[in-house]
Nanobody, 123 residues
Framework: VQLQASGGGVEQAGKSLRLSCVVSGRSSSSYAVGWFRQAPGKEREFVAAINRSGGSSLYADSVKGRFTISRDNAKNTVYLQMNSLKPEDTAVYYC?????????????????WGQGTQVTVSS
């Protein structure tokens, strides 16, 4: 399976961006999908995840209430809607997939990773 993340860019604080992750090679409904990010000089961290059906999602406390993860299995695509952006959201954002059903935070349990898309938020 391959994952292609897109939608990153430069945006002002308070504005919005939507990231997309296209899953190819197998139906996206076979995977839970998550978003992670890595800021310069920092470790990669969990952002959000959604289970196979889209009926359950999980968020990091730092993005709860501002970010929304969703999926369209007919399009094999998972989205991350990012509202009320903050400069501390600046990072490379990666999508990942796992064969398990559930959305989880533990990075070590994600099987496949995309290449990342840069998000820069200016103050």
């Amino acid at each position: 399976v391959q994952l292609q993340a897109s939608g990153g860019g430069v945006e002002q604080a308070g504005k919005s961006l939507r990231l997309s992750c296209v899953v190819s090679g197998r139906s996206s409904s076979s995977y839970a999908v998550g978003w992670f990010r890595q800021a310069p000089g920092k470790e990669r961290e969990f952002v959000a995840a959604i289970n196979r059906s889209g009926g359950s999602s999980l968020y990091a406390d730092s993005v709860k209430g501002r970010f929304t993860i969703s999926r369209d299995n007919a399009k094999n695509t998972v989205y991350l809607q990012m509202n009320s952006l903050k400069p501390e959201d600046t990072a490379v954002y990666y999508c990942a997939a796992r064969s398990g059903m559930a959305a989880i935070q533990d990075m070590g349990r994600w099987d496949y990773w995309g290449q990342g898309t840069q998000v820069t938020v200016s103050s």
